[in-house]
């Protein structure tokens, strides 16, 4: 397939300390991959080094054959992190949709719209969302410029079960269009409904590729754990030898 | 009402501006600029040294509240990552978001400096020397110009401390003039020194070098008042770089 974003031996580091190491990743347009791994893992690491806020310390990244910061600027990437509105208490929805699309008349019916719910909010300050309410404005503002790389962080964070279901549903409709998507999440459960391959991401590496089609969620949090005390383990045993 | 305004500014103006509108120390800002008018208005007309004080301290305080505010604003992660993720985002933003500053800075500044020249006592003028009002006028253009280069490159430089950091800054040439001898710094590595400084003294000294008079002192203080900018640009460009290229809060 056409790989959009394409990293090879990447490896960060802050100081002494080993962040992400030798990293190989490869997104495809039309792909929803997922990235798991447990706190302190390098998760946000990577995402920075895919937005290009970071530099790897060797290796590549690159997206539509550009570095990332290139990239980010020229065409624009879709971007969802975990945050309260902080900054933006003041804005409403549809102001801060104005930094994106032209014709907000039309924001109504736009489909990822009216998937997400968001019009009755669309003029409430961000102040008095609910975590979930600003949570899909987020996701609008990630989704209407229709970025060919999109890069979520934790998505599911804040909500319900209903809007979950619709966040995978605006998900599949931009993968459906082209668009590459890269999922980091702590949420087996989610990311194996949305995507089509997990990476398991443990101490700075991918110890782990699975293709959860068709895998029970038990046999999903079982290969997590597995995959998780086996690294740690090596790591541990390593520890002592040296 | 907002995004109906926004949604008719190009697109490129549109991040600037609503930085702008949601930013949330406005009226602070506005009380600042209350008492400044509230003050000139109660200050007797003759006591002159009152109203120059006035106009001494409102346009760096004026620009720490815009400016240091401003880009705090921006600085947020949440913020910042908003703006990033669209196509075209990059340095332009900053320098938008420094000209829309300086516009809010110059419509704050402009009636309270209007109204403290009105309260300048008028004495007759000597013959061959400049009018006290334009004296004034002359100084505090000047000075207001070096307040908000000064503060808008520490602000867009520094991530928190603006007000201490400018004052260090501001207080450099006085810092020279004393340690300077004291070290036995030579007077022209002094005097080069104070080029890294804002042209306080310069600024001080414009309305004299634009009347003819101190002639041994023009080509220092136009020089200064010159280079100054110049050094400011330079600063700012490079604090506007680091923080749209690596935003140290932004934590996606």
């Known amino acids: ?242 | 009402m907002l995004p109906h305004l926004l949604i008719r500014l190009p697109a490129a103006w549109r991040p600037p501006a609503l930085l702008l509108a949601t930013w949330r120390r406005w009226r602070t800002m506005l009380a600042a600029c209350l008492v400044s008018v509230v003050c000139l208005a109660s200050v007797d007309a003759a006591r002159a040294e009152l109203v120059m004080a006035i106009l001494l301290y409102t346009p760096p305080i004026l620009a720490l509240m815009v400016m240091g505010g401003v880009f705090a604003h921006w600085r947020r992660a949440s913020v910042w990552t908003t703006i990033a993720q669209r196509a075209g985002a990059g340095l332009a933003d900053g320098w938008r978001l420094l000209a829309l500053a300086a516009a809010l800075y110059l419509v704050l500044l402009l009636p309270i400096v209007g109204l403290a020249l009105r309260r300048m006592p008028i004495p007759s003028p000597a013959a061959g020397v400049l009018h006290p009002v334009e004296r004034a006028a002359v100084f505090v253009s000047a000075w207001g110009i070096i307040s908000f280069l000064t503060v808008a490159t520490v602000a867009v430089l520094a991530r928190r401390g603006v007000a201490g950091l400018m004052i260090c800054w501001m207080a450099v040439p006085a810092v020279l003039a004393f340690a300077g001898p004291a070290m036995g710094l030579e007077k022209e590595v002094t005097e080069s020194l104070a080029y890294l400084a804002p042209p306080f003294h310069a600024a001080a000294r414009l309305h004299d070098v634009l009347m003819g008079e101190s002639a041994d002192l023009t080509r220092r203080v136009v020089t200064h008042l010159l280079t100054f900018p110049i050094l400011c640009a330079g600063l700012i460009t490079l604090g506007l770089q680091r923080l749209v290229d690596a935003p140290t809060e932004v934590d996606p």
């Open chain 1, 1 to 242: 397939m056409d790989a959009l974003v394409e990293a090879r031996g990447v490896q960060h580091a802050i100081g002494t300390r080993a962040i992400l190491t030798g990293l190989a990743l490869s997104i495809a347009r039309g792909e929803v991959v997922g990235v798991v791994g447990p706190n302190g893992a390098g998760k946000s690491t990577l995402g920075r080094l895919l937005l290009g806020f970071l530099s790897p310390t060797s290796g590549t990244i690159t997206i539509g054959g550009t570095d990332p910061m290139t990239y980010r600027r020229t065409h624009g990437v879709g971007f969802l992190h975990e945050d309260g509105g902080r900054g933006w208490e003041h804005a409403t929805p549809r102001a801060l949709l104005a930094l994106h699309v032209d014709d907000l008349g039309a924001l109504t019916r736009d489909p990822i719209c009216r998937t997400l719910g968001i019009a009755t909010h669309l003029d409430r300050r961000v102040a008095t969302l609910s975590k979930g309410q600003w949570r899909a404005c987020q996701l609008a503002m990630l989704l209407l410029p229709r970025s060919a790389f999109l890069l979520l962080d934790e998505p599911e964070a804040g909500l319900d079960p209903g809007a979950q279901g619709r966040l995978h549903e605006v998900l599949a409709m931009r993968a459906a269009a082209g668009a590459a998507i890269l999922v980091l999440s702590h949420h087996l459960d989610s990311l194996a409904s949305v995507t089509q391959r997990i990476h398991l991401l443990v101490r700075g590496g991918f110890h782990d590729q699975i293709d959860p089609t068709g895998m029970s969620l038990s046999a999903l949090r079982a290969r997590y754990i597995r995959g998780v005390d086996a690294t740690l383990a090596h790591h541990v045993m390593r520890g002592r030898a040296a």
